[in-house]
C-alpha cells in the first residue's frame, strides 16, 4: 500500500515536470507576434526612397512616408509597455503597411520628377541659350536701356549657375535658377523684340528708298551707296549691280532717324555726296560730305519743334559724312558713317559730288533679319 | 501553477534590458555629424548611418515583443553605429575643408580675373561711353561683382557648398567677359 503511494507520487512529478515544458511551449505560443517584417520592410523602402532623393523631389509622400514609420514605431514600443499578453501589434502593422506604401509612391513620383525635371531643365537650357544667343547676335550693338541690360546680365549669370547646378545633380536647385533666368531674359527679350518690330514699321519707307537708288544707278550705269544700319553694311552698286560690301560702324544712337544736333544718331534718307574731302581736310582719313538736311529732314524738325516734340531752342543737325578711321568694333561716331581707311579709300576713289547715298534702317525686312 | 507560470513569464521577460545608454549615445553621434553638416557634404553616407540605427531600433523593439529578450547583437551594432557616425562626422570636416579651400581659391583667382577686367575695360575705345556693346559688357561685370559679394557673403556664413556653386559661375563668366574684352581691344587695335 505504501509502495502504491510512493509510485503515485513519482507519476504525480513526472508528469508535473512533463507538463512544464509544455506549459512553457504554451506561453511562449501565446505572446503575440510583433509586425517585424512589415516594418523592416518600410525602413528598407524609405531608405530607398532616401537614395533616390524623395526628400527633395517628392517631399510630400516622403514625409508621409516617414511619418507612418515613426507613428509604427512608436505605437510598437506603446505596446511593448503593456503586459505581455495583453499586446496588440495591429496599429502597427497598418502604419508599417501604410509607410512602406507612401515611400514606394515617392520612390517612383522622385525618380519620374527627376527625370521630367533632367528633360525640362536640358530643354530650357537649350531654349534660353538660344535666347542668349539671338540677344548677342541682334541686341548687343542695339541701343536698350541699363534696365533691360542690367537684367539680360542677371538672366544670363543665372542661367550659369543653373548650368553649374544641373551639372552637380542639383536639379531643383537648376529648376529654381533657370525660372529666375527665364523670367528676365524672356521679359527684356520682348522689350528689346518689341523695340526692334516698332523701329522695322519703317522698312516698307526704306525699301522705296532702295528700290530707287539702286534703279538710279542701273539706269545711268552709274554708282550708287546704299547704308545698312542694322547689318552696319556700306553697299557700293554700280550699273545696278552690288560691286563692293563694307562693314560700317555708327552713332551710338543709331536705332531711329537723327532729330537734331548732337543725338549720336546717323540720318535715315535719299543724300548726295556734295563735297569729298581728302586727308588735309579731315581729321578721319578721307570724308565724303551728304547733304544733311535735305528738305524731308528740314520739314520733319520743323513739325517737330511745331508739335513741342522738340524744344525751341533745338538745331537740326548738319556736317554727316562718310570717312574713314573705322574698324574700332564699336558704334562711336557724332552720327557719321566710318569704314576703315583702306575701304574709304576704295568708296573715295569711285565717288563724287552728286553720287546717291542712301541711309536705311534695314535691306531686309524683319521676318528675313530674325529667321 | 497557473501562478507559478505567471510568475516565471514575469522573471523571463523582465531578463534583458534596453540598451539605452547605447541607444543615447548613436544618437548623440548622429546629432554630432548632422551638426557638423554631414547632409550637406556627405548625404549618402549620413542618410546610411541614420537608416543603420532605424534597423537597429527596429530589432530592439522586436526584442522588446520577446519572451526572451536578447539585446547583446544589437548592443554590438550600436556600437559599430557610433563609430560609423563618428567617422562620417570626421569625413564631413574634411570634406568641408576641401569645399572651404576650393572656393578660397577661386575667389582669389575671380579677383585676378576682375582686377585685369577692370584695368581692360577702360581702355575700350575712348569718346564711346553709352555705346551699346561698353553699356553690356558693364552691365555683365557688374553682375559678376555682385555675385562675388553674394559668394563672399555665403563664404562668411560657412555656407561653402552653395559659395562653390555661386563663385564657379561667377567664375565662368568673369572669364568669359575677359576673353570678350580681349577681342574688343584686339579688333580696336589697342595694346593690352
Known sequence: MRLKKVWKKRILFAAILALIPLVIVLLVWLVPQPPKGEVEYARLVISQATSNSAAIYSKKLYGEAKAFYDSAMVNWNKENERFIYFRNYEKVASFAELSAKKAEQATKVSKNNVTDLNILLKHKMDSLNKMVGMINKYFTAYPLSDEVRNR???????????????????????????????LLLTDSYKIATTSLKEYFNSYPVWKNWIDKTIKESRQNKSYSIIIDKYSRKCLVYLGGVRKYEYHVELGKNWVGDKRVRGDKATPEGMYRITRKLGSNKTKYHKALLINYPNETDKEEFRKEIAKGTLPRSAKIGSLIEIHGDGGRGIDWTEGCVALTN?????????????????????????????? | ????????????????????????????????????????YLPAEFAAVQDSLNAVMTEIAAQESKL??????????LASIVTLANQVAANTATKKDEVKGEVANLMTSIKTVIEENGKLIPKLPRGKEGAAVIEQIKADVATVDAAVVEAQGLFDKGAYMDALNKINAANEKATALNTEVKEALTKARIKF
Open chain 1, 342 to 371: 583702306s575701304e574709304m579709300d576704295v568708296v573715295y576713289k569711285i565717288a563724287s559730288e552728286g553720287t546717291p547715298v542712301t541711309i536705311v534702317g534695314s535691306t531686309v525686312n524683319l521676318n528675313q533679319l530674325l529667321d
Open chain 2, 68 to 77: 526572451f529578450k536578447k539585446f547583446g547583437p544589437a548592443k554590438t551594432k
Open chain 1, 152 to 182: 539680360i546680365s542677371k538672366g544670363k549669370m543665372l542661367l550659369k549657375e543653373s548650368e553649374v547646378a544641373f551639372k552637380k545633380g542639383q536639379f531643383a536647385d537648376a529648376n529654381k535658377k533657370i525660372t529666375e533666368s527665364e
Open chain 2, 1 to 40: 501553477m497557473g501562478l507559478a507560470a505567471v510568475a516565471m513569464v514575469a522573471v523571463l521577460s523582465s531578463c534583458g534590458k534596453t540598451p539605452q545608454v547605447e541607444i543615447d549615445a548613436a544618437n548623440a553621434a548622429i546629432e554630432a555629424a548632422k551638426t557638423a553638416e554631414a547632409a550637406v
